[in-house]
């Protein structure tokens, strides 16, 4: 070693141990003749090498698609942090209810993770910033540039009274209508750039004489049919209206709500029978496997298409009658309150909030960068399709995945949608909402 790379590596080690301050850091640097990247370089191992201990991460990341995904994730944190040993807390169910349920638990005997997985808005607000269990992270915001870094709507998304609570890494279109291209071939189905709901009953009716189910509902995830019937709203009613519901200013016993029930009953003429038995990605694998034509679902389906190399079989279009909406669906995560790793989980925060990680993470997940700068060029032309939409549709936010109303109101949608897939009785489904509508505050 030369007398040169000694003490470059006496000074990275220095900083490391916290024994060198940033101050004489940079004054010994100029001395060794370093050029400031070379230094900022030297700056960034100390302190990043200095890092140890554990960081426990709770998510509902535990598919086929989303596992890869979440992984890519912890290897971007690795990268930096090799010494911090990374727990994987997931809690399989998706769209999060059974991990939900537990997280509640542990937060409320005051046992959080070091960070978890939420959605912008309500569930956010609601379930953990109002109920103190969040950390502000304006500091972050700051230093990373955030603000300037994530469109208005995420920011807004993760901000009570002036500070932000969460970081964005992907944000998910909630109304894909995937499709196995065979299958409709087979048919003679030609799904265009989009689909009308009447479309849509004249390519099932095709499908279904061929004897395979045309819609693939996988009803064992709570989400699932609370996310069908939201999407049935938006095309019945139109995007202009869907928020007016959530506000109070439209009735769900309505004509459109109806009509939207009425709509959602008829598609459930198609379905599988199994579908109770089935978990989300299992109706994807049906679509990716040629066993069913359509599948209703946000676009981590395409996460499961990646996955499964299944890019040529599987098609998209927004879930019928919906082309011109993009339904937000946006994961984040947080800092809690006596995060038990409280600087490996800010440190958690910056590398999934970096550009690096969100271009590695979101081609694997089927989301698009949360941030604005990441470049789309290289990713699938789903994403280039979902990224154009994201820029010219209308952004609504999603009741099934929490943002759009009250934890309580998600949960009698999903309540009453789960008795629909059975009962199909637009009566008592409309009146179940006005009744839940009806305790919102
Ligand atoms: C999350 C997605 C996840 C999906 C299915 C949604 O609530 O936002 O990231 O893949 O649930 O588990």
Same mark, same amino acid.
């Given at each position: 070693m030369t007398s040169q790379n000694r003490e470059l590596s006496d000074l990275i080690a220095g900083i490391g141990s916290g024994r060198v301050t940033r101050r004489d850091a940079l004054k010994r640097g100029a001395a060794l003749g370093l050029s400031v990247p070379a230094l900022s370089m030297a700056m960034k191992l100390g302190e990043t090498a200095a890092q140890s201990g554990s960081l426990e991460i709770f998510s509902w990341w535990t598919s086929p698609g989303e596992a890869p995904a979440l992984q890519s994730l912890f290897d971007s944190y690795a990268e930096l942090y090799p010494d911090v040993e990374i727990v994987n807390a997931a809690i399989a169910g998706g769209g999060g209810g059974p991990a939900q349920a537990v997280l509640q638990t542990r937060l409320q005997g005051g046992n959080p993770p070091d960070s978890w997985q939420t959605h912008i808005g309500r569930e956010l607000f609601d379930g953990y910033v109002n109920a103190g269990f969040t950390e502000a992270i304006n500091d972050l915001y700051e230093s990373e540039g955030w603000l300037e870094a994530f469109p208005p709507a995420l920011v807004e998304g993760v901000t009570v009274d002036g500070n932000q609570y969460a970081v964005g890494v992907g944000v998910h279109r909630g109304n894909g209508y995937w499709y196995n291209r065979e299958v409709l071939a087979n048919a003679g189905v030609e799904v265009g750039e989009t689909l009308s709901f009447d479309e849509f009953v004249a390519a099932a009716d095709a499908v279904a004489a061929t004897g395979v189910p045309a819609v693939a509902l996988g009803s064992a995830d709570g989400f699932v049919a609370a996310q069908y019937f939201e999407n049935e709203l938006i095309s019945a009613v139109g995007p202009e209206n869907y928020p007016k519901y959530f506000s109070g200013e439209l009735a769900w016993d309505d004509d459109g709500a109806r009509a939207a029930a009425a709509n /959602?009953?008829?598609?459930?003429?198609?379905?599988?029978? %199994?579908? &109770?038995?089935?978990?989300?990605?299992?109706?994807? !694998?049906?679509? @990716? =496997?040629?066993?069913?034509?359509?599948?209703?679902?946000?676009?981590?389906?395409?996460? =499961?298409?990646?996955?499964?190399?299944?890019? %040529?079989?599987?098609?998209?279009?927004? +879930?019928?009658?919906?082309?011109?909406?993009?339904?937000?669906?946006? %994961?984040? /995560?947080?800092?809690?309150?006596? !995060?038990?790793?409280?600087?490996?989980?800010?440190?958690?925060?910056?590398? @999934?909030?970096?550009?690096?990680?969100?271009?590695? /993470?979101?081609?694997?997940?089927? &989301?698009?960068?949360?941030? #604005?700068?990441? %470049?789309?060029?290289?990713?699938? =032309?789903? +994403?280039?399709?979902?990224?154009?939409?994201? !820029?010219?549709?209308? #952004?609504?936010?999603?009741?099934? +995945?929490?943002?759009?109303?009250?934890?309580? /109101?998600?949960?009698? #949608?999903?309540d009453a949608a789960l008795a629909f897939l059975v009962s199909k009785d637009v009566d008592t489904f409309a009146m179940t909402l006005v009744d839940a509508q009806s305790s919102e505050g």
């Open positions: /959602f009953a008829k598609a459930l003429e198609y379905v599988n029978e %199994d579908h &109770s038995a089935l978990p989300w990605s299992d109706a994807v !694998a049906m679509v @990716i =496997e040629g066993r069913a034509a359509f599948n209703s679902m946000g676009d981590w389906a395409y996460g =499961e298409v990646v996955a499964k190399g299944a890019q %040529d079989v599987v098609g998209w279009v927004s +879930h019928p009658g919906t082309a011109g909406s993009f339904v937000l669906v946006v %994961d984040c /995560f947080t800092l809690p309150v006596g !995060a038990p790793n409280a600087e490996n989980a800010a440190n958690w925060l910056k590398v @999934i909030g970096s550009k690096s990680a969100q271009e590695a /993470f979101n081609p694997l997940k089927g &989301s698009i960068p949360a941030r #604005l700068d990441a %470049d789309l060029s290289g990713f699938s =032309e789903y +994403h280039q399709w979902s990224g154009a939409s994201f !820029a010219a549709d209308a #952004l609504l936010h999603s009741a099934a +995945h929490g943002q759009a109303a009250s934890p309580a /109101f998600k949960q009698a #949608l999903y």
